[in-house]
């Protein structure tokens, strides 16, 4: 299996910043997809942004521009640094990894909430 801990969520003013973290471990495979999803309270989870092993991203339209994933294989972590926040990006965020081992794996979540 494989475990994730997420960390670097918390509150915010609008335009401020945040960084997120998120650390696998266990059976980890070199081709393999990490990503970050949110949910905000009555609403389905949505794509943020994810990144290919070989660091390759995609992004959800909102936050072109504002957000930026990258990775650090060899720590098998990835990153969301997330700038010029709004109140609409308030929400749980959840780190998920995805490999043709072990499928799709989801992380606790952790909470970001940027106050106007």
């Known amino acids: 299996q494989v475990q994730l801990v997420e960390s670097g969520g918390g509150l915010v003013q609008a335009g401020g910043s945040l960084r997120l973290s998120c650390a696998a471990s266990?059976?980890?495979?070199?081709?393999?997809?990490m990503g970050w999803y949110r949910q905000a309270p009555g609403r389905q989870r949505q794509l943020v942004a994810h990144?290919?092993?070989?660091?390759?991203?995609t992004y959800e339209d909102s936050v072109k521009g504002r957000f930026t994933i990258s990775r650090d294989n060899a720590k098998n972590t990835i990153y969301l640094q997330m700038n010029n926040l709004r109140p609409e990006d308030t929400a749980g965020y959840y780190c998920?990894?995805?490999?043709?081992?072990?499928?799709?794996?989801w992380g606790q979540g952790t909470q970001v909430t940027v106050s106007s």
């Open positions: 998920e990894f995805v490999s043709a081992v072990v499928g799709t794996i």
């Open positions: 266990g059976r980890i495979v070199s081709r393999n997809v």
């Open positions: 990144i290919t092993d070989g660091g390759t991203s």
